[in-house]
Each structure stands twice: as structure tokens, then as C-alpha cells.
């Protein structure tokens, strides 16, 4: 088996604002969470390393249209974008887990 070594990075978009982890501590039921609004739109980059080749993703449910946006030897980068139109925010002192799933291939 091959090993590999995924980096997300979210940003809003169209301003292109970084999405921060934050270190929660015992608030939650997670120590480290992100803060996506509601109604907004967001762009995933997905970079791999060693670069494989990424032939699906999802994000909370939802098909992550991919493209590829940088690629040598040493790593690539995929980007797609996501939307939170329709989700409701998390009750307050709560957080909901967002899956996302990747499948590659090498």
C-alpha cells in the first residue's frame, strides 16, 4: 500500500478569505473545528503528495466537481467548489461533522 499525505485548505469565495482550524478544546465534541457560514460559497483545494491521481470527492453529501490546478512530481493540487445554501447553523455550544471523502488511485 501506498502512502499519501492530503492538505485541505478552504476559502470563501469570491473574497478568497482563508477558512481557519480552531483549537476548541473540551467545547465540542471535536478539539479542532472549522466555522463555514450559512448560505456562502467556498472553494476546497485538495493537494496531495505524492501526487496521485484523485478520482472522486465529496464534501458533507455533496459531489465535489474537481479540477486540477497544479501538478509535478513531488505533488498535485485540485480545487473544486462547495456551497452551504440550505444548511441550517448548528445549535449553539454544538458542531456538525462534515465528512469528506476522498477517493485516489495511483
Known sequence: MRHFRPTISF???PSGDPVYCKVDGERFNKPKTIKLMTESSYRIDI?????MTLEEASFHGQNLELVQKFGDSNACVHSSNFNT???KPSKKKERETMVLSLKVSH
Not at 47 to 51: A, C, D, R, V
Open 85 to 87: 445554501n440550505g444548511l
Open 47 to 51: 493537494t496531495l503528495k505524492p501526487p
Open 11 to 13: 476559502r470563501q469565495e
